[in-house]
Protein backbone atom coordinates (compact mmCIF):
# COMPACT_ATOMS: atom_id res chain seq x y z
CA UNK A 1 0.00 0.00 0.00
CA UNK A 2 2.83 2.37 1.11
CA UNK A 3 4.09 2.23 -2.80
CA UNK A 4 1.41 2.57 -4.49
CA UNK A 5 1.11 6.04 -2.29
CA UNK A 6 4.41 6.81 -3.52
CA UNK A 7 3.49 5.96 -6.75
CA UNK A 8 0.53 8.03 -6.56
CA UNK A 9 2.33 11.29 -5.27
CA UNK A 10 5.08 10.80 -7.74
CA UNK A 11 2.34 10.65 -11.12
CA UNK A 12 0.20 13.65 -9.18
CA UNK A 13 3.64 15.66 -9.35
CA UNK A 14 4.60 14.76 -12.38
CA UNK A 15 1.19 15.56 -14.10
CA UNK A 16 0.91 18.52 -12.13
CA UNK A 17 3.90 19.92 -13.70
CA UNK A 18 1.87 19.63 -17.01
CA UNK A 19 -0.44 22.07 -15.99
CA UNK A 20 -3.95 20.01 -17.08
CA UNK A 21 -6.93 20.20 -15.52
CA UNK A 22 -8.55 17.53 -16.96
CA UNK A 23 -8.47 14.42 -14.68
CA UNK A 24 -8.89 12.07 -17.19
CA UNK A 25 -5.55 12.95 -18.68
CA UNK A 26 -3.33 11.05 -15.61
CA UNK A 27 -5.27 8.01 -15.45
CA UNK A 28 -3.40 6.05 -18.04
CA UNK A 29 0.02 7.11 -16.51
CA UNK A 30 -1.74 5.90 -13.43
CA UNK A 31 -2.54 2.85 -14.34
CA UNK A 32 1.13 2.36 -15.90
CA UNK A 33 2.84 3.33 -12.70
CA UNK A 34 0.33 1.15 -11.03
CA UNK A 35 1.11 -1.83 -13.00
CA UNK A 36 4.78 -1.22 -12.42
CA UNK A 37 4.73 -0.55 -8.96
CA UNK A 38 2.37 -4.40 -8.12
CA UNK A 39 4.71 -5.74 -10.54
CA UNK A 40 8.04 -4.64 -8.96
CA UNK A 41 6.47 -5.81 -5.52
CA UNK A 42 5.53 -8.92 -7.40
CA UNK A 43 9.05 -9.63 -8.28
CA UNK A 44 10.54 -8.58 -4.30
CA UNK A 45 7.99 -11.60 -3.22
CA UNK A 46 9.25 -14.00 -5.64
CA UNK A 47 12.63 -13.23 -4.66
CA UNK A 48 11.87 -13.28 -0.81
CA UNK A 49 10.07 -16.68 -0.72
CA UNK A 50 12.09 -19.18 -2.65
CA UNK A 51 8.47 -21.72 -2.67
CA UNK A 52 7.24 -19.35 -5.06
CA UNK A 53 7.51 -19.96 -8.66
CA UNK A 54 7.39 -16.87 -11.69
CA UNK A 55 3.81 -18.30 -12.59
CA UNK A 56 2.23 -18.44 -8.70
CA UNK A 57 3.82 -14.47 -8.18
CA UNK A 58 2.38 -13.43 -11.64
CA UNK A 59 -0.89 -15.16 -11.36
CA UNK A 60 -2.00 -14.59 -7.21
CA UNK A 61 0.17 -11.99 -6.11
CA UNK A 62 0.62 -9.10 -9.97
CA UNK A 63 -2.22 -9.40 -11.32
CA UNK A 64 -4.98 -10.27 -8.86
CA UNK A 65 -3.37 -7.30 -6.87
CA UNK A 66 -4.02 -5.27 -10.25
CA UNK A 67 -7.03 -5.84 -10.75
CA UNK A 68 -8.04 -5.53 -7.34
CA UNK A 69 -6.81 -1.35 -7.67
CA UNK A 70 -8.31 -1.05 -10.95
CA UNK A 71 -11.75 -2.16 -9.69
CA UNK A 72 -11.78 -0.59 -6.64
CA UNK A 73 -10.58 2.60 -8.61
CA UNK A 74 -13.47 2.52 -10.61
CA UNK A 75 -15.83 1.68 -8.25
CA UNK A 76 -14.57 5.07 -6.05
CA UNK A 77 -13.47 6.84 -9.13
CA UNK A 78 -16.24 7.03 -11.78
CA UNK A 79 -19.18 7.86 -9.09
CA UNK A 80 -17.49 9.94 -7.67
CA UNK A 81 -16.50 12.00 -10.98
CA UNK A 82 -20.64 11.55 -11.92
CA UNK A 83 -21.59 12.75 -8.50
CA UNK A 84 -19.05 15.86 -9.15
CA UNK A 85 -20.02 16.34 -12.94
CA UNK A 86 -16.43 16.50 -13.50
CA UNK A 87 -16.64 16.24 -17.31
CA UNK A 88 -13.38 15.78 -19.37
CA UNK A 89 -12.25 19.03 -21.27
CA UNK A 90 -12.96 19.61 -24.56
CA UNK A 91 -10.72 21.27 -27.52
CA UNK A 92 -10.92 24.70 -28.30
CA UNK A 93 -12.77 23.41 -31.84
CA UNK A 94 -15.38 21.42 -30.07
CA UNK A 95 -18.40 23.05 -30.26
CA UNK A 96 -20.16 21.74 -27.08
CA UNK A 97 -23.90 22.23 -26.17
CA UNK A 98 -25.05 22.45 -22.78
CA UNK A 99 -27.90 19.80 -21.91
CA UNK A 100 -29.77 22.43 -20.36
CA UNK A 101 -29.90 24.60 -23.64
CA UNK A 102 -32.94 25.43 -24.98
Known amino acids: AFTLVLVSLAV???MRSFGSDRYLDCLPVL???IFVSEFVFGIFCLTISPAVTF???LLYRIL????YDF???AILLF???KVLNLQPARSAGSVYKSP???
Open 31 to 33: AVA
Open 12 to 14: SLW
Open 79 to 81: PTL
Open 71 to 73: VIA
Open 100 to 102: YAK
Open 55 to 57: IDA
Open 64 to 67: LCIV
